[in-house]
């Protein structure tokens, strides 16, 4: 399989202090691969890395090309669609601004409608809320809406950030068994930082685990869920 | 920022009920009906087209003024209201509006029609070049850098080297254009609507710019720049342009409001002119573009009203007037006209 993103000695920081100290990662076409770590390990810097929202060094080339130092504007435009942490909902804009504003960059037009629709199948509670202020949805539906609007910029790598983060563990469950359908039926490749280990295992292909800054593990998924030390520390069995 | 909060105070943000259809959660007129919307539009325009017919041509002159300033209003609206940035500024460009007007008039004999394409354009161009450095501040930052330019203008006006255009202190005189094409009107009642159409015109080109494609991109940047920016959109150039077309509306406001007034000095435009501005922002309703006309109202009639209840404290009289309307409408008109229209569906 070819490599979608290739990630090679990324260093990243905030002012003088230094969080990421040498990362090298990568992704399959159509893969899911997941970040593991505990809080302040750099998953989130990763992230912000590869969007050019952090100053950064080393290498990421996205389908070969180095897109680091592009703005964040620039690698959106190339496919990359970033779901914040926080999940970014634009809180006074109705649920379908919100999934158009997903599209905006896009060059067919015409085919948004038929996206948006696509959603609506995809997430029946957002069609229900078409007309309603986004940031009157609970954080469940803000966080589908955030995985929607990002899918309308039809993009070939998805970023997700914490995407179990504050939510109720049905409401979690249901939307990794959607990511799972999406990363099928979209061919979208996806870049998952989790804290829930369990669950981020259970979807991914490849996993890595972050420690303080630095890759300490990677492996297949599987392999990286029945190491007794991860299961001890990350898994809590 | 707080006057983000303040039209949506009242609908609660968070959780949601399960398996509840809210109505649309918008300040006014976005949840009326656009058949709804056109019947009251064609109504306010009737009654607009007869006042003058009806009234003394001095309250015709006010209620001119009142559209400038809804004008300029509508600019600072589509910056602050729209893409979320401060401006403390706009007695600047309103200034610049007004002075290129009296300019190109008294200066250069060029006829008054052509002084609102062409102080529109200046403005964008210098809101557009102050948008740019400005996109490294935010909120109480942007606020104060735009002061800077409000407290300035006045000043520079006054310059010696540009007196000989500007007239220094002494300012310029205009002449008052009469009604074309021998309409039996006196030029009173033909620049209110002069005015009128300038401002229908300006009014629908905002409606349209906020539900297209740019106004969402704007509208983004205001509610979550960095998830904007991860959709793919240019922050930076929309930030700018937003400056620049803000400054656009309030330039053409500045020019109309010279000719009206027939007479440009540099202290009409000083700071009060800007915080008279965001005020009538406010009462009208910030994200609210119809507001702006309330807004207009606000800013022009209330200071009278104060001054006939207590000549020594009016200032007083006018903070106090200022503080009960926020009381009763805290997001502003828009928020009360939009309490209305709930009633009125909930019955």
Same mark, same amino acid.
């Given at each position: 399989m070819t490599k979608l993103l290739e990630v090679k000695g990324l260093t990243a920081g905030y002012g003088q202090v230094r969080v990421l100290h040498g990362l090298d990662f990568s992704l399959d076409e159509g893969g899911v691969t997941t970040l593991l770590g505990a809080n302040g390990a750099g998953k989130t810097t990763t992230l912000r890395a590869i969007c050019g929202m952090v100053k950064a060094g080393g290498e990421i080339l996205f389908e070969g090309k180095n897109i680091l130092g592009k703005s964040t504007e620039d690698v959106a435009r190339l496919g990359v669609a970033h779901i914040p942490e926080g999940r970014g909902t634009f809180t006074r804009m109705t649920t379908e601004e919100n999934l158009l504003l997903g599209a905006i960059s896009r060059k067919d037009q015409k085919n948004v409608q038929k996206d948006i629709d696509k959603m609506y199948d995809h997430f029946p509670r957002l069609k229900q809320r078409r007309l309603q202020q986004a940031g009157t949805l609970s954080g469940g539906e803000q966080q589908m809406l955030a995985i929607a609007r990002a899918l309308m910029l039809r993009p070939r790598l998805m970023l997700l950030d914490e995407p179990s983060f504050g939510l109720a563990p049905l409401v979690v469950k249901e939307m990794f068994e959607i990511l799972t359908a999406l990363n099928k039926e979209e061919n979208a490749s996806m870049l998952i930082v989790e804290q829930n280990a369990a669950l981020a295992l259970g979807i991914a292909d490849d996993a890595y685990l972050l420690e303080t800054g630095s890759i300490v593990m990677s492996g297949p998924a599987k392999q990286i869920g029945a190491d007794e030390n991860v299961r001890r520390s990350y898994l809590g069995y | 920022m707080s006057t983000h909060e303040e039209t949506v105070a009242h609908h609660d943000i968070g959780e949601s009920p399960e398996g509840e259809n809210r109505p649309i959660a918008r300040p006014g007129g976005a949840s009326a009906s656009a058949g709804a919307r056109r019947i009251i539009f064609l109504v306010l325009l009737a009654v607009a087209l007869v006042l003058p017919a009806l009234l003394k041509n001095f309250v015709v002159f006010q209620l001119t003024q009142t559209m400038v *300033?809804?004008?300029? =209003? &509508?600019g600072l609206n589509l910056l602050t209201g729209f893409n979320g940035q401060f401006s403390l500024g706009h007695s600047a460009f309103y200034a610049v509006g007004a002075y290129t007007a009296a300019i190109m008039m008294e200066h250069m004999g060029i006829g008054y029609v052509w002084t609102l394409p062409v102080a529109g354009v200046i403005c964008f161009i210098i809101g557009f070049l102050f948008g740019l450095p400005a996109l490294r501040l935010e909120g109480v930052y942007l606020a104060l850098a735009t002061f800077a330019l409000a407290a300035a203008t006045p000043q520079i006006l006054k310059l010696s080297p540009l007196e000989h255009w500007t007239g220094g202190v002494q300012g310029i005189v205009i002449t008052k254009p009469d009604a074309p094409f021998g309409l039996p009107l006196n030029q009173d009642q033909w620049l209110y609507y002069f005015t009128l159409i300038v401002g229908i015109i300006l009014y629908i080109c905002a409606t349209n710019l #906020?539900? /297209?494609?740019?106004? +969402?991109? $704007?509208?983004? =940047? +205001? @509610?979550?720049? =960095?998830?904007?920016?991860?959709?793919? #959109?240019?922050?930076? $150039?929309?930030?700018?342009?937003?400056?620049? $077309?803000?400054? %656009? *509306?309030?330039? =053409?406001?500045?020019? &109309?409001?010279?000719?009206? #007034?027939? %007479? #440009?000095?540099? @202290? /009409? %435009?000083? $700071?009060? &002119?800007?915080i008279g501005f965001l005020v009538g922002l406010v009462v009208g309703g910030v994200g609210w573009l119809p507001g702006a006309l309330f807004g207009g109202a606000f800013l022009l009639f209330v200071p009278n009203i104060a001054e006939g209840v207590s000549k020594g404290l009016s200032g007083a009289v006018y903070g106090l007037l200022l503080i009960a309307i926020i009381y009763v409408m805290p997001s502003g008109l828009a928020g009360f006209v939009q309490a209305i229209v709930s009633k009125v569906r909930g019955k």
């Open positions: - | *300033y809804a004008i300029a =209003i &509508l #906020v539900t /297209s494609r740019t106004g +969402r991109a $704007l509208m983004a =940047i +205001r @509610d979550n720049p =960095i998830a904007a920016r991860s959709m793919g #959109v240019n922050t930076s $150039l929309y930030k700018a342009s937003a400056f620049g $077309l803000s400054a %656009f *509306y309030t330039g =053409i406001a500045g020019a &109309l409001g010279a000719i009206i #007034v027939q %007479f #440009v000095a540099p @202290d /009409s %435009f000083t $700071l009060t &002119l800007s």
